[in-house]
T-cell receptor
């Protein structure tokens, strides 16, 4: 059974802080993704990675960066948090042969005040 | 990139009735269309998917249909139960299958 975990379920940060969101998967998946979820907008892709140290921009990468130093771990970084980054953040992973069959983590609800 | 529109945004049905959620997509190269169910406070979970070489797929009370010519696909839930209450997301691949674009979601409420 695929397990994708995220470091925090709830996080409150102040404007301008640097924020790290961590995601770990235990199924040896090559692909990992970061989405944000906002009401009425569905899930929007921020960044994804198909291999260690590789990253690709998604649809809304502005204000975010990512790091993938190990295969099982994919970090999302908000360099200087802003109130419009208040959202639910979902991590997902998928195997190399089926990158679109994505398994999601439980999400981190981030509030920036 | 791909654009996926999903309707309706909310849907309320009586237990035992059917529910239909519709999505349209823009990229004619899309070839995989998954549906996710997200219960309150939980992660999205894949419930059914369909590939472009198939017109319909069923799994017990849920089915998905695909019309590639019209670029739309639908989720059908029959004999709805209260535990079907959730937000449902459709999605379509783009960028040579490397990415998924999601619809805006449908909140389904099944009244007992």
């Amino acid at each position: 059974d695929v397990k994708v975990t995220q470091s925090s379920r709830y996080l409150v940060k102040r404007t301008g802080e640097k924020v790290f969101l961590e995601c770990v998967q235990d199924m040896d998946h090559e692909n990992m993704f970061w989405y944000r979820q906002d009401p009425g907008l569905g899930l929007r892709l921020i960044y994804f990675s198909y291999d260690v140290k590789m990253k690709e921009k998604g649809d809304i990468p502005e204000g975010y960066s990512v790091s993938r130093e190990k295969k099982e771990r994919f970090s999302l970084i908000l360099e200087s948090a802003s109130t419009n980054q208040t959202s639910m953040y979902l991590c997902a992973s998928s195997p190399a042969g089926a990158k679109y069959e994505q398994y999601f983590g439980p999400g981190t609800r981030l509030t920036v005040t | 990139g791909e654009n996926v529109e999903q309707h309706p945004s909310t849907l309320s049905v009586q237990e035992g009735d059917s529910a239909v959620i519709k999505c349209t997509y823009s990229d004619s190269a899309s070839n995989y269309f998954p549906w996710y169910k997200q219960e309150l406070g939980k992660r999205p979970q894949l419930i059914i998917d369909i590939r472009s070489n198939v017109g319909e797929k069923k799994d017990q009370r849920i089915a998905v249909t695909l019309n590639k010519t019209a670029k739309h696909f639908s989720l059908h839930i029959t004999e709805t139960q209260p535990e079907d209450s959730a937000v449902y997301f459709c999605a379509a691949t783009y960028n040579a299958g490397n990415m998924l674009t999601f619809g805006g979601g449908t909140r389904l409420m099944v009244k007992p």
